[in-house]
């Protein structure tokens, strides 16, 4: 199998069924795994109103573990080569997967970055904070990792196309957004080759069901430091 689609969930009963529409509609050997963290508005019962089959898997939890928790399990169930995590709130495109995959194996790659930022990088950076104050834990610790190991993405905060197997070697542990700082972490200390491409966003607010703070990033930035100067295979 070539792809496996992880859509993780709480509270988006306004999206999720699109998001599976959307994931379904993808013209690639593949599966999707969705899996809701106890959603309580509804959203819950939207999922079990649907019929498992061939390419849809619905797991549901009795507590919300974290998004990171479900990115585990989701990579230990997965049957597909390369593992892609879009989400449930529509944000991101899912036919970018398209363009990603395409340079994932052109350029013979272990994981490809969708960047929000790639066609903005001579933007400045007062600019893109006073566009969207939220930028700034993204530039914070993208430019960390960049700096740290010398390389020069744009964005890594966003979706990303994986190989699976490479997932599974990292092992991360954390249950909560520090997870994708532990993955991200661990992909550059580790020397795998990696790449980004340009990707559409339409992001949400807070009232809109955004749950990102910008307390997330202190927990962010200790995991940068930690895997870079005591992070061991």
């Not at 585990?72 to 398209?98: H, N, S, T």
């Not at 001579?122 to 700096?147: F, Q």
Request: net charge positive; aromatic share 10%.
């Amino acid at each position: 199998m070539k792809l496996t689609v992880f859509i993780g969930c709480f509270n988006e009963k306004a999206t999720i069924a699109k998001a599976i529409e959307e994931a379904k509609a993808l013209k690639i050997d593949k599966e999707i795994i969705v899996i809701d963290n106890c959603s309580t508005d509804g959203t819950r019962e939207l999922l079990k109103s649907l019929k498992e089959d061939e390419e849809l898997r619905l797991v549901f939890h009795e507590k919300n573990m974290g998004i990171g928790y479900s990115s585990r399990e989701a990579v230990i169930l997965a049957k597909g080569d390369y593992f892609f995590g879009p989400g449930a709130d529509l944000e991101y495109k899912m036919q970018d997967v398209y363009k990603m995959l395409e340079k994932m194996e052109n350029e013979k790659l272990d994981v490809v970055f969708g960047s929000r930022l790639l066609e903005r990088k001579n933007a400045s950076l007062l600019s893109l904070i006073k566009e969207r104050p939220y930028w700034l834990g993204t530039l914070i610790s993208t430019s960390l990792l960049n700096v740290l190991y010398s390389r020069n993405f744009t964005d890594l905060i966003g979706i990303h196309l994986i190989k699976t197997n490479v997932q599974r070697v990292l092992d991360c542990k954390g249950s909560g957004p520090v997870y994708a700082f532990e993955l991200l972490s661990k992909l550059y200390k580790y020397g795998y080759k990696l790449g980004e491409v340009s990707i559409e966003y339409k992001p949400r607010t807070h009232k809109e069901g955004k749950t990102i703070k910008a307390s997330d990033m202190l927990p962010a930035i200790w995991m940068i430091f930690k895997i870079k100067f005591f992070g061991k295979r």
